[in-house]
């Protein structure tokens, strides 16, 4: 059977289990989601009144840039988001962190490739090696001087581990801290996802992605049916959840292009980035994971944390995969920790102090 022949039967041969399982997980999520919406009316689009700048990175892919805070401020925090997702996915750290932080932070977001909008880029660039070479990319022209804290989640944080692995140099002269959140050091064969990478139909939508990519849409549906269920169960964990936050998580999912969903899909399975964790233990880090993550189960966030001499792992209970949505108030809290840790003037947790003293007295 030739290439396109077996992806067309393969994507043919899933559907139906995939619609199977979207029905299932749909009902999960309807037993999940509160009628009680704390999130209804939230601006989710924060993030796009920003300052707003793109980087292009030496291969020529665009890649789209917010800012938020002075730019010149005694500290850089710059965040790197997850597979099928966007700078989006920050909203809650972007909303709180702001008001935390004062003008004692500067906050750099921005689109890994492929997502959200930045540009395309050739398939065979969608590794996780490329990320770290992008986030470099990113610091040398929004951040080319200053500490800087990074703060990666699920493929962001493989984004992390991949720049301390090729740049090792800049740890810690200039990254002074790191965040890694719902990730994992190397490949998630051993989650309920790495089975789900086994289904025929994603191999045959990468293979069309790469070879046939006029035909690609055939299989669109195909390969969403298999991932997409998967992605939104393993999401949230069995907490009430909003639905207006559940509505913003699943529109990014939604906008990611399949070519970009069955690559990146790949390059989790096979990345190795232990290497950088090495290089995370120059620096104070924060390793945090929902204990119901289905992607990234937690047993991959105690494995490196333990290897991390200068962590604070935090275990959320009763999350998800998108534990900065879900429960962002343990991570906005425990990264206002780390970044107290990682800045050896004090600077920030000094404007904190006052702050707090001000609202005490006020």
């Known amino acids: 059977m030739s290439g396109r022949a077996g992806w067309l039967a393969g994507a043919a041969g899933v559907t139906a289990v995939g619609t199977a399982a979207g029905v299932s997980v749909a009902r999960s999520l ?31 892919i665009p890649l789209a840039v917010r800012e938020a805070g002075p730019q010149n401020a005694p500290l850089t925090v710059v965040f790197a988001h997850g597979f099928c997702l966007r700078m989006g996915s920050f909203h809650f750290q972007r909303a709180r962190l702001t008001e935390q932080w004062g003008d004692q932070v500067r906050m750099v977001f921005y689109d890994q490739r492929g997502h959200g909008l930045s ?74 996802l790495g089975e ?19 035909t690609v849409h055939r299989g669109r549906g195909a390969a969403r049916s298999v991932i997409g269920p998967v992605l939104r169960a393993a999401s949230y964990g069995d907490e009430r959840i909003s639905p207006s936050v559940v509505a913003f998580s699943e529109r990014m999912m939604h906008d990611t292009s399949i070519t970009t969903l069955v690559e990146f899909l790949h390059a989790l399975e096979v990345h ?39 962590s604070e792992l935090v275990i959320v209970g009763g999350a998800g995969h998108l534990v900065q949505l879900e429960r962002p108030e343990v991570i906005d809290d425990a990264l206002v920790r780390l970044v107290e840790r990682a800045t050896p003037s004090k600077l920030v947790a000094l404007a904190r102090r006052v702050r707090e003293r001000v609202r005490s007295n006020g």
């Open 119 to 192: 540009g395309e880029a050739p398939p065979e660039t969608y590794t996780v090696e490329q990320l770290g070479q992008d986030l470099e990319s990113v610091l040398s022209v929004v951040a080319p001087r200053g500490p800087i804290v990074l703060v990666g989640h699920s493929m962001g944080g493989m984004t992390v581990l991949s720049h301390a692995r090729q740049y090792p140099q800049r740890y810690p002269t200039r990254v002074v801290g790191a965040a890694l959140i719902a990730s994992a050091a190397e490949g998630v064969s051993r989650s309920p």
């Open 272 to 310: 190795d980035e232990t290497g950088g964790l090495q290089v995370l233990n120059k620096v104070p880090t924060l390793v945090a994971c929902g204990d119901r993550d289905l992607l990234t189960p937690m047993d991959y966030s105690e494995e490196m944390a333990a290897s991390l001499a200068k």
């Open 196 to 214: 789900i990478l086994k289904n025929p139909a994603l191999e045959g939508a990468r293979f069309a992605a790469r070879y046939a990519p006029k």
């Open 30 to 60: 309807r037993r999940r989601v509160t009628s009680d919406d704390p999130h209804r009316g939230e601006d989710f689009e924060l993030l796009d009144a920003d300052r707003s700048s793109v980087v292009t990175t030496p291969d020529g």
